[in-house]
C-alpha cells in the first residue's frame, strides 16, 4: 500500500497554519472532557472539578511531554541549544514524559481538592486512552514513529521511509494504546474497585502494549538499540510502568481484604 499524501495543514489563514497533529490534540481533550462528564454523574465529581482536573491535565501533557522528549530523546540537542525546547511547533512530544508531567498536575490537584492522589488517577485514567488514540493518528498524518520493513498485506510505503513497505505502527498504537485500552479500562472501572486499582492497570496495560509493538516500531535514530539488538528506549522506559501496575493491582486489593 503507498501511503496516503496526507496534508499535514488542516487549515490556513493567511499566516496562520493549523496543523492535524495540534487537532488530535484537541479531539483528545475533548473526548476526555465528555467522558469525564459521564464519569463525573456516577462517581460524585462536579463539572467543575473535571474541567479544573483537565486543564492541570493538560498544562501536564504539554510541558511534560516536551520536557521528556528534550530529556530522553533530544538531550545533546538541547544541552547544545537550549531554547530549543519551547519550539514546540517543531515536533518532538514524549508520552513517558507527558505521563510524569500528567502525575504531577494530579498532585497539584489533589493539594487543592484535597482529594486522595488515587482517587484522582483512578477517575482519569479510563479517558487517558483516547487522547492517546488521537495522538497516534496525528503520527499517522505526519508519516512519522513507522515501523520496520514487512511484507504484511498492511504494510505502507511511507515518505521518507524508504522504498519498502513497512508496518504503520502509528495505527498498531491507535488500536491497542488508544482503543483496546479504553474498553478495557472502562469495562473494569464501571464498577467500584480497590483505590489504585483502576490506575495500576493502566500503568500495567499501557506498558504492556507499548513494550510489544516497540517490537516492529523503528528504534530511535539517535539511539538505536540500546541492548541486546532489540531492546529500544520506549521498552526500557515501560518495564517500570508494567513493574508499578502490577505493584498498584496487588497493593489495592491486598488493602482492600
Do not use: C
Not at 530523546?73 to 505521563?99: C, T
Not at 483512578?122 to 508519516?143: E, K, S, T
Request: hydrophobic share 50%.
Amino acid at each position: 500500500m503507498v501511503y496516503p499524501q496526507f496534508d499535514p495543514v488542516a487549515l490556513s489563514l493567511g499566516p496562520l497554519q493549523i496543523h492535524w497533529y495540534g487537532l488530535m490534540y484537541l479531539f483528545g481533550f475533548a473526548g476526555a472532557w465528555w467522558l469525564g462528564r459521564v464519569r463525573a454523574q456516577r462517581n460524585g465529581w462536579t463539572a467543575t472539578e473535571v474541567e479544573d482536573l483537565l486543564f492541570y491535565g493538560a498544562i501536564g501533557v504539554i510541558v511534560g511531554g516536551r520536557l521528556g522528549y528534550s530529556i530522553f530523546y533530544d538531550l545533546p540537542n538541547v544541552l547544545a541549544h537550549p531554547l530549543n525546547v519551547f519550539k514546540i511547533w517543531q515536533g518532538g512530544m514524549s508520552f513517558h514524559g507527558g505521563l510524569l508531567g500528567v502525575l504531577t498536575a494530579f498532585w497539584l490537584f489533589s493539594r487543592k481538592t484535597g482529594k486522595s492522589y488515587f482517587t484522582i488517577s483512578d477517575f482519569i485514567a479510563p479517558m487517558v486512552p483516547i487522547g492517546l488514540f488521537f495522538g497516534r493518528i496525528g503520527n499517522f498524518i505526519n508519516a512519522e514513529l513507522w515501523g520496520k520493513v514487512t511484507d504484511v498485506p498492511w504494510a505502507i510505503i511511507f515518505p521518507n521511509g524508504g522504498p519498502l513497505p513497512r508496518h504503520p505502527s502509528q495505527l498498531y498504537e491507535a488500536g491497542l494504546e488508544g482503543l483496546a485500552l479504553f474498553i478495557i479500562l472502562w469495562w473494569y472501572s464501571s464498577k467500584p474497585k480497590p483505590l489504585g486499582a483502576v490506575s495500576g492497570l493502566f500503568l500495567l496495560g499501557y506498558g504492556v502494549f507499548r513494550f510489544i509493538i516497540e517490537l516492529v516500531r523503528i528504534p530511535d535514530q539517535q539511539y538505536g538499540y540500546l541492548a541486546l539488538d532489540w531492546l529500544t528506549m520506549g521498552q526500557i522506559l515501560s518495564l517500570p510502568m508494567i513493574f508499578l501496575g502490577i505493584f498498584f493491582i496487588a497493593r489495592a486489593y491486598r488493602n482492600s481484604n
